[in-house]
């Protein structure tokens, strides 16, 4: 009997050792694949490979729950596949329910924007109010937001300005700034000039271009500061610096060159960059014919930047389909061939492109972009160079290709 009860405890050591075992195999095979797959994600260049990336984060997502987050990311941002919100928000979900602080904040805005679901600002404060229990500044900060405009929850300043604090010791700058114009005008707490003028420069200091306005208000009025003017035209100066676009900064700048500096030309150059930000602002792509039209007429008369802002907006909010991205590109034309930032912004589509083919998509189209694109930048040379590798890769697949660019291929 004796005998019998030691084999059986010897028998239930083993099971549990090759349980256990097996447990910990699979657990660090899964771990290894998350780890790759974060490798492959976050790599530069040819190095990066989100396909596979996505096959390995969907392998390990029932037991790693934060795969689903970059799955979600995956398709929230089209990062080398198709934009699709829908799945986006499922991932986010998943990962959501399972505890993951940043996917409810994802979820949360998801119900906010309506993106991938129906907008509901009510669950926005609900997957929020759990994230940003978790700590996430991001979370705490919009529902700061939520509670003082009172979107999906009873407006309640005194709740926001806790929220907004949480998110400010955590040295979240919109989170410090909003703190601090809080305390300014007595929003939720008692007004406190001194503890307003600490938080905005907290906030400056993590360059918060709207801190960096309110404190020259502060410095124009002598609210919480001296006043002292010129320091004033100094913070608003880094306003613009930090936001090239601030339309309230650049409209303060010029009134207080026209007023108090008295620089007419000066006073007349940010008037016009107000105006010139205002006018983008309006020009949204959701009209489209009217933003391109802007965007040439901003490129042809050599107002590069405000062309090349247009262009970013348009990349950001218009490009859905790869084959997009070049059907408006002509508009910027000659902004890409004088513009340094613009240039270097081609170089990566191209350089996005040339990997694209090379993976093996060699359609027509691509090509022609590629010449296209090389066109603009004026490097014919690198394209013809470029073709002559695909010819020695493919040489079946390119023959067709061929006399469509024969310019290219010929000596």
Known sequence: ??????????????????????????????????????????????????????????MVSAEIPEANL???????????????????????REAAVKGDAEAQYMLGMCFYDGKGVEKNLEQAAHWLEKSASAANPDAQLQLGNMYADGE????????????????????????????GIAYLYGSGVAEDHEQGIYWLKK???????????????????GKGLKQDR?????FLHKAIELDPDYIEALE???ECYKDCVKDAQKAQEYAQRANASRELEQARPADLPRFLRQARKSSDSGDYRTAYD????????????????????????????????????LQEILAAKED????????????ETVADLNELLQQPRQTQVFFRELEGKFPERMRKYKQKFSGIFAD
Request: hydrophobic share 45%.
């Open 203 to 221: 906030a400056a200091g993590l360059d918060s271009p709207v801190a960096h306005y309110e404190l020259a208000y502060c410095c124009h009025e």
């Open 252 to 254: 303060t700048l010029a």
């Open 70 to 92: 970059y799955l979600g990311f995956c398709y929230f941002y089209g990062d080398d596949v198709k934009l699709n919100y829908k799945a986006a928000a499922a991932f986010f």
């Open 152 to 179: 999906g929850v009873s407006k309640d300043e005194t709740i926001a300005t806790a929220w907004f604090r949480r998110a400010a010791e955590q040295d979240d700058a919109s989170g410090a700034c909003n703190l």
């Open 356 to 367: 694209y083919i090379r993976q093996g998509n060699l359609s027509g189209y691509l090509l």
């Open 1 to 58: 009997m004796r005998f019998l009860r030691a084999a059986v405890f010897l028998l239930i050591v083993v099971t549990a050792v090759i349980v256990g075992g097996r447990w910990y195999c699979e657990r660090k095979l899964d771990n290894d694949a998350f780890d790759r797959a974060l490798e492959l994600y976050y790599a530069e260049g040819s190095q990066r490979d989100i396909d596979t990336a996505i096959v390995l984060f969907r």
């Open 310 to 345: 247009m262009f970013l907006i348009y990349e950001r909010e218009c490009i859905l389909e790869e084959e997009e991205i070049t059907s408006g590109i002509g508009y910027w034309k000659k902004m890409f061939q004088s513009y340094e930032p613009a240039r270097e912004k």
């Open 230 to 234: 010129d320091e004033a035209v100094r």
